[in-house]
């Protein structure tokens, strides 16, 4: 099992930044597919999907609502992701987790996850 440590969440004023990241480590040692979720706090919606990059780093997809402002990327040893968060809002305020699976891309349902970072977007 892969172990995912989410770091970097906080507070932030409307339009202000924050980076995200997630170091993995365990697993068997092969390539990672990685993304990131959310929950808000109505937690009578479900976690929604943020972002996901392939294993590969070439291929990255965002949720519509994002509308180009967060970023996600991943170091060249392949074991971290980020998530710039850039022109906040306080509807991004959110416990956001970090997901990975052995895949080319991340699938619907992730098989490791991480304890989650809180993010809150002030007004």
């Known amino acids: 099992q892969v172990q995912l440590v989410e770091s970097g969440g906080g507070l932030a004023q409307a339009g202000g930044s924050l980076r995200l990241s997630c170091a993995a480590s365990g697993g068997t040692g092969g390539s990672l597919a990685m993304g990131w979720y959310r929950q808000v706090p109505e937690k009578w919606r479900p976690r929604e999907f943020v972002?996901?990059?392939?294993?590969?780093?070439?291929?990255?997809n965002y949720a519509d609502f994002l509308k180009g402002r967060f970023t996600i990327s991943r170091d060249s040893a392949g074991n971290t992701v980020n998530l710039q968060m850039d022109d906040l809002k306080p509807e991004d305020t959110a416990v956001y987790y970090c997901a990975a699976d052995y895949s080319v891309i991340l699938p619907d349902s992730p098989s490791d996850w991480g304890l989650g970072t809180q993010v809150t977007g002030s007004s």
């Open positions: 972002a996901r990059i392939s294993e590969s780093g070439a291929t990255t």
